[in-house]
């Protein structure tokens, strides 16, 4: 009897301790949502609506950039060192970039898949997502104008590449092929132009 009553005794005072403070688990958890918003990645952003987008050229003849007339621009593409063997294609997706960050852009389209190293760069004040590959890497035909591509980066959802013969016609000229369509002709828009502006 007495040993019964010791026994729930001790039981007692375990519990009233345990009382006291929270488990274990619940102020891990407690630190981690406060941590979070200042030591983690930014909150992913939605896929954007590409209703009405275009592939557009720019005042430099090796560059097109995509997007709704009059709103920002969502992709860019140019080409570097053109005709030479080192050759290069820039891609650069106008989509917020942490400080420091780098990933895989996925370029998918007409039976190509591409993964292209990015990291976060500085453009007009702002962080974006921006890499390039040789202009001869075959993914870079993910671009032909018989489908539609999509591009994707962590964070940045998914971006439907509306089809053209723009962009493949850079990549071969880049490549030192003669292009089936002349740069710069902006054939979807003639005169409308399309300009970075800041990411909300």
């Known amino acids: 009897m007495i040993r019964r009553q010791v026994l729930c005794t001790a039981l007692a005072l375990a519990g009233a301790l345990a009382g006291c403070k929270p488990p274990p688990t619940d102020s891990a958890a407690a630190r981690v949502s406060l941590l979070a918003p200042e030591g983690g990645p930014s909150e992913p952003i939605a896929s954007p609506d590409v209703t009405g987008a275009v592939w557009a050229s720019t005042s430099n003849p090796l ?78 035909d993910a671009l032909k104008p018989a489908r539609e591509a999509t591009v994707t980066v962590p964070g940045a959802g998914l971006l439907k590449l509306n089809p053209s013969p723009l962009p493949m016609a850079l990549v071969t000229a880049c490549r030192g092929i003669p292009p089936l369509v002349p740069l710069p002709v902006p054939l979807e828009v003639p005169n409308v132009p399309m300009t970075l502006s800041p990411i909300p």
Do not use: K, M
């Not at 560059?63 to 060192?81: F, H, K, S, T």
């Not at 039976?111 to 702002?126: E, M, T, W």
């Open 63 to 140: 560059r097109l950039v995509y997007g709704i007339p009059g709103q920002p621009v969502l992709l860019a593409i140019e080409c570097r060192d053109a005709q030479a063997p080192e050759a290069r294609i820039r891609i650069t997706r106008h989509a917020p970039a942490d400080p420091g960050a780098s990933a895989l852009l996925a370029l998918i389209g007409n039976g190509y898949i591409g993964r292209f190293p990015v990291d976060a760069a500085s453009l007009g004040g702002q962080r974006v997502w921006a890499g390039e590959a040789p202009a001869l890497t075959p993914e870079w």
